[in-house]
């Protein structure tokens, strides 16, 4: 079993930046891939990023170049850098878990085993 909470949330103006962590407890060494989603009022859960244990990567068209992805696996620990932030980036972004190291599936919600109840990011104009 794996636990997951989101930190670092609140409310920044357009072209601010703001860092989200995710703390992993339990069965750690089990997230091999781990990622940020973030869903908005009354839309569906988008992907924005993952990583692997060993780094490699993978990011959303959206957040190319304004989003990094990251993680301090001593530090059981996932973060999602965002920079240059717009008000279509307000919604609650969650960290997820999973066992499996293809980040070409890391994109599916579905593939996810764990999640985080989420952290409110509101982007003011």
């Known amino acids: 079993q794996v636990q997951l909470v989101e930190s670092g949330g609140g409310l920044v103006q357009a072209g601010g930046s703001l860092r989200l962590s995710c703390a992993a407890s339990?069965?750690?060494?089990?997230?091999?891939?781990m990622g940020w989603f973030r869903q908005a009022p009354g839309k569906e859960r988008e992907f924005l990023a993952a990583?692997?244990?060993?780094?490699?990567?993978t990011y959303a068209d959206p957040v190319k170049g304004r989003f990094t992805i990251s993680r301090d696996n001593a530090k059981n620990t996932l973060y999602l850098q965002m920079n240059s932030l717009k008000p279509e980036d307000t919604a609650v972004y969650y960290c997820?878990?999973?066992?499996?190291?293809?980040?070409?599936?890391?994109?599916?919600?579905?593939?996810?085993?764990?999640w985080g109840r989420g952290a409110q990011v509101t982007v003011s104009s």
């Open positions: 990583i692997r244990r060993d780094g490699i990567s």
């Open positions: 997820a878990a999973t066992g499996s190291w293809d980040l070409t599936r890391a994109t599916r919600a579905t593939m996810y085993d764990y």
């Open positions: 339990g069965r750690t060494f089990s997230s091999n891939a």
